[in-house]
């Protein structure tokens, strides 16, 4: 390490909201267990809302890793990234969206999608969704944006894919 930005600083609080997150799916099933009207249909609304929440932190985690990394490549002299450039770095990709695209589409959806309704509009969000085929016709697209990072692409922590990605444009950024 040579740089003081180098350390992740922010990798510990975010992975605390992580552990509460899931802490809350556990809660889930206990509430689908004790209260038989709380469904299937409850639960995935319920948890549409805590992993856009942990998306939502996931992207501020992002953006603040892109401001870090600037930060280095002006004390190096070197221009600096834009937040998409540094975002495609992560290696794990599907459709030339990478792995960490689909995450801030994930919180942009969760920030956006009311305000969007059944129309989205056409924007690099809902294209990165649409490159994993999630629609606006999709029931619970962030539930679909979470089983992908999860099942498919591996990841069964959020924090460990942020973490990997940084690691990476930390040294593609030099």
């Known amino acids: 390490m040579h740089h003081i930005l180098e350390a992740d600083y922010g990798i510990g609080p975010l992975s605390d909201v992580e552990d509460v ?3 809350g799916f556990d809660k889930l099933f206990v509430r689908n267990k004790d209260q ?5 249909l409850w639960m995935n609304e319920y948890g549409e809302v805590l992993v856009g929440a942990l998306f939502v932190a996931c992207q501020a985690y992002c953006v603040g890793c892109v401001a870090d990394i600037n930060t280095i490549r002006d004390d190096n002299q070197l221009e600096p990234l834009n937040k998409i450039d540094a975002y495609r770095v992560h290696g794990v990709s599907i459709n030339e969206y990478s792995a960490i695209e689909l995450l ?3 919180a942009n959806c969760f920030k956006h ?6 129309h989205w509009p056409n924007n690099l969000t809902t294209r990165t969704l ?3 085929s999630i629609t606006s016709e999709v029931e619970f697209p962030l539930n679909v944006v979470s089983d992908i990072i999860e099942r498919e692409l591996g ?6 894919l942020v973490s990997e990605w940084r690691e990476r ?6």
């Open 21 to 23: 997150v899931r802490a």
């Open 169 to 174: 444009l930390i040294e593609y950024a030099k």
């Open 155 to 160: 990841y069964s922590r959020y924090c460990d």
């Open 36 to 40: 038989p009207w709380f469904d299937g």
């Open 130 to 132: 649409k490159s994993y």
């Open 104 to 106: 801030n589409a994930g």
């Open 113 to 118: 999608r009311d305000e969007w309704g059944s």
